[in-house]
Antibody, heavy 119, light 107 residues
Framework: QVQLQESGPGLVKPSQTLSLTCSVSGGSISSGSYYWSWIRQPAGKGLEWIGRIYTSGSTNYNPSLKSRVTISVDTSKNQFSLKLSSVTAADTAVYYC???????????WGQGTLVTVSS | DIQMTQSPSSLSASVGDRVTITCRASQTISSYLNWYQQRPGKAPKLLIYAASSLQSGVPSRFSGSGSGTDFTLTINSLQPEDFATYYCQQSDSIPLTFGGGTKVEIK
């Protein structure tokens, strides 16, 4: 059973860079034809896809965030990471990592981690 | 971007009711449509993928239909654990986008 777990600071100051890591267990991040994604959800609001990465390192980002987002993968650690630069209060949200099965549906999710942007 | 519009945004129903939630895409997405359930404080859970395929382990009272631009999630005989928010998501093109959600509440 694949499990994902987000980790990283819960509080980030405005204009700084948000950094999160997703650790994958129960299987190799490199096995199978999967993309690995980040999704966020502001309190009381809907879901926003941030981007995805294939284990080759190929990425796709949401154009609304593309200029500020970097997603990377470390296959040796079975992890992938998110960096979001120049954050503002609007970036405050629960951030989820997820596996993109069949290239199109999120079949495994982390529990989510709340990141608050505040001075 | 493909816009996904769900209706209604909320509904009240009783245990045992049949519930139908609709999702409309701003352009045709074939059958690249997935449904999720999210309970408060929890991560979303995949229910239906490719418009009508039931994810392993999901009760058969959940079903999905549709293609092109119009899709439906049906819950037959609503159970207490089904009171949650439901989201559709298109996977036809990047960026992947979600509907705004439908909250199913107890009447």
């Amino acid at each position: 059973q694949v499990q994902l777990q987000e980790s990283g600071p819960g509080l980030v100051k405005p204009s700084q860079t948000l950094s999160l890591t997703c650790s994958v267990s129960g299987g190799s991040i490199s096995s199978g034809s999967y993309y690995w994604s980040w999704i966020r959800q502001p309190a009381g609001k809907g879901l926003e896809w941030i981007g995805r990465i294939y284990t080759s390192g190929s990425t796709n980002y949401n154009p609304s965030l593309k200029s500020r987002v970097t997603i990377s993968v470390d296959t040796s650690k079975n992890q992938f990471s998110l960096k979001l630069s120049s954050v503002t209060a609007a970036d405050t949200a629960v951030y989820y990592c997820a596996r993109l099965g069949g290239g199109s549906y999120f079949d495994y999710w982390g529990q989510g981690t709340l990141v608050t942007v505040s001075s | 971007d493909i816009q996904m519009t769900q209706s209604p945004s909320s509904l009240s129903a009783s245990v045992g009711d049949r519930v139908t939630i609709t999702c409309r895409a701003s352009q045709t997405i074939s059958s690249y449509l997935n449904w999720y359930q999210q309970r408060p404080g929890k991560a979303p859970k995949l229910l239906i993928y490719a418009a009508s395929s039931l994810q392993s382990g999901v009760p058969s009272r959940f079903s999905g239909s549709g293609s092109g631009t119009d899709f439906t999630l049906t819950i037959n005989s609503l159970q207490p654990e089904d009171f949650a928010t439901y989201y559709c998501q298109q996977s036809d093109s990047i960026p992947l986008t979600f509907g705004g959600g439908t909250k199913v509440e107890i009447k």
